[in-house]
């Protein structure tokens, strides 16, 4: 007799499984799913990445017969609709499952319930919303691009106790420790883009790359090949160097501009980037529409690593879903430069107000999670 605890526990399995998939499976969701019998797990999986075999399809690779009469305990509702791989609702229904519990319907207007309908309506039992918070974490981009059809925008910020980036002169390295460091670039890993601003590369010519092996991420077999994110840069004006270091890494870097000199893009392109003209908002590239555009380009994950102008502009946009802040232990002054400029705050009733959702130490510094306040 399986009991609510029991579901509870072979979910969270199929949610740990999942969690295998993180730095793998873009542009696709993480999925997992584990297959109980009499009690017993007698298959699992998880989704490793795109093009390949869904997570309900490698534990029932694994179950082989011993599938038939068992129950599915899933992250996500299985797919109905054919795509790079066979609907996995035909998987469940030809390997004889007869109970299929999803943590949470998918966003994905392919599916939004119809693949839960299908099971129902062929006799199997079907359940939804267990554990549904643990299996949304798993997929906020997936799921903002589906429903807002934009992607999950992070913005990370490195400063010091007294909340300075950079000193006056714009020397900024190192704030941070380097488990810190280390920390970013697990953030990044995860991340489909990473977006910067035209003074942050002008000024440090950063890589913006993952600098990670495949042995430092859970989930990748050792010697992988770690996907690089899109690199984008805000560069209303077009000013950037054909030289400039991140054009010349492994992955590619889109430069986002509204003022375009064909023959400066010509040479960027040549130099392997890609420069798209955006729509402009008071002469500059307009934030919301270009993470319109990266949304359309099947961008889940987005993290902005930028200067204080572009990341308060994203944050006024409403376009910045969380704040990732690290905090090292020291002071730089009140002349040094500060985290964002926000314009027009000139009273108290005008503030951002965030919430704090998490707060940890990453080795001698503090990392506080917080997110705009509903």
């Known amino acids: 007799m399986i009991t609510d605890a029991d579901d509870r526990a072979f979910m969270a399995r ?82 004889g499952v007869t109970r299929v519990v999803a943590a949470m319907g998918d966003p994905n207007p392919l599916v939004a319930g119809n693949g839960l309908e299908i099971l129902r309506e062929t006799g199997v039992e079907v359940a939804v919303g267990l554990l549904e918070e643990e299996a949304r974490a798993l997929n906020p981009g997936f799921i903002a691009r589906m429903e807002r059809g934009l992607p999950y925008v992070r913005c990370k910020l490195a400063a010091s106790l007294d909340g300075r980036t950079a000193m006056a002169s714009g020397e900024s390295k190192w704030i941070t420790s380097e488990v810190a460091r280390r920390d970013v670039q697990l953030l990044r890993a995860r991340s489909s883009a990473i977006v910067t601003g035209i003074k942050t590369l002008l000024a440090d010519d950063p890589s913006m790359n993952v600098r990670l092996g495949a042995d430092d991420l859970p989930g990748m077999d050792p010697g992988e090949r770690v996907r690089q994110p899109l690199r984008v840069l805000v560069d209303s004006r077009l000013r950037t160097p054909a030289n400039a270091r991140m054009i010349g890494l492994p992955g590619t870097t889109l430069i986002a501009c509204v003022d375009q000199d064909p023959i400066h893009a010509m040479r960027l392109e040549s130099a392997g980037a890609k420069v798209y003209v955006c729509p402009e908002s008071g002469g500059r590239v307009d934030l919301r529409s270009l993470f319109q555009y990266l949304a359309r380009q099947e961008i889940n994950e987005v993290l902005i690593e930028s200067g204080p102008i572009l990341a308060g502009a994203a944050l006024q946009a409403g376009l910045i879903d969380e704040i990732l802040l690290y905090l090292a232990p020291h002071l730089m002054g009140d002349c040094a430069r500060g985290l964002f400029r926000l314009p027009g705050l000139e009273r108290m009733q005008d503030r951002v107000e965030l919430a704090i959702k998490d707060v940890r130490m990453v080795g001698r510094d503090m990392r506080v999670t917080a997110v705009p306040a509903c």
């Open 14 to 95: 199929a949610i740990h499984l999942a969690r295998l998939g993180l730095y793998t499976t873009e542009p696709n969701p993480r999925v997992g799913c584990v297959l109980v019998r009499d009690g017993v797990v007698v298959g699992e999986g998880y989704h490793r990445r795109a093009g390949e075999p869904h997570a309900e399809r490698n534990a029932i690779a694994a179950a082989g017969r011993r599938a038939r009469g068992a129950t599915a305990y899933v992250t996500l509702e299985p797919c109905c609709h054919q795509g790079k791989t066979p609907p996995c609702t035909d998987g469940l229904l030809e390997a």
